[in-house]
């Protein structure tokens, strides 16, 4: 053992986001009880290539006393991890804290009966998506839609989990969703940025699910806004996995 720099994680800061972890090529982080944790000494090489998926300053490099950096031990830790991954990615969705599979028993309500006429059927609640693409990756960074009116920027999973989503949340705004988890957060930020620096924005709202690795949403937000140069407050609605509003 010997003092070797290596990486030190705040959990006063850590918000349990969970975007260092992919960051990290030899898994030598992992979110436990909602913080980011260094698993072992000797699984840190100590370059601090996660610092830079940290969005709240969280990690950082020290020099101290430590086991050195073993690579046989990090290639028999990911090895681990894959084999420990395999049957959750093929059941469940992969490893992340937010994906473990769990199921919401609801009772049935008279409000989530459709009301029948005749042949038709009346829907309850009118749709009010006004555009079109609204995938992140796919709608443009200049367009008509976007002047004049507040962007709600969605993690994917909003609309399927908060019913009252067109009502509460949609109605009158343009819309851009994606997965922080799934995609490319800087190209998400960059994204971002283009759409708030070349339209005339009213506000922004960010909706995300309360799992940790969808706070990268709010993160992509955040930061798009200060790159934009403009002053823009940012609403921001966290939303239960049994869907309600938090």
């Known amino acids: 053992m010997a ?26 982080i992992k979110i436990i009880n909602g913080k980011a944790k260094l698993v072992a000494d000797n699984l840190c090489d100590g370059l601090g290539n996660c610092i830079g998926h940290c969005p709240q300053g969280a990690i950082k490099i020290i020099e101290r006393e430590a086991d050195d950096f073993d690579e046989k031990a990090v290639e028999k830790h990911l090895s681990n991890i894959k084999k420990a991954e395999r049957p959750h990615i093929h059941h469940h969705g992969g490893g992340c804290p937010g994906s473990r599979a769990m199921t919401i028993n609801r009772k049935e309500e008279v409000d989530d009966k459709v009301a029948v006429t005749s ?26 839609y976007w002047d004049g009116k507040e962007l709600l920027v969605t993690a994917d999973c909003v609309p399927f989990a908060y019913p009252n989503y067109h009502l509460d949340l949609l109605k009158g705004k343009s819309v851009a969703i994606g997965c922080p988890k799934l995609d490319d957060i800087g190209y998400y930020i960059e994204k971002l940025t283009n759409i708030i620096r070349y339209n005339d924005i009213k506000g922004i709202t960010v909706a995300y699910m309360e799992v940790p690795c969808c706070r990268g949403m709010v993160m992509a937000v955040d930061e798009a806004v200060r790159r934009s140069g403009k002053s823009i407050e940012v609403k921001k609605i966290e939303i239960s996995i049994d869907g309600r509003k938090k």
Do not use: F, T
Request: aromatic share 2%.
């Open 119 to 144: 042949q038709d059927i009346e829907i309850r609640i009118r749709p009010q998506l006004n555009q079109w693409p609204v995938q992140l990756m796919l709608v443009p960074e200049r367009a008509s």
């Open 3 to 28: 003092v070797r720099k290596i990486v030190q994680i705040d959990e006063e800061k850590c918000n349990g986001c969970g975007l260092c972890v992919p960051g990290c090529a030899e898994g030598a």
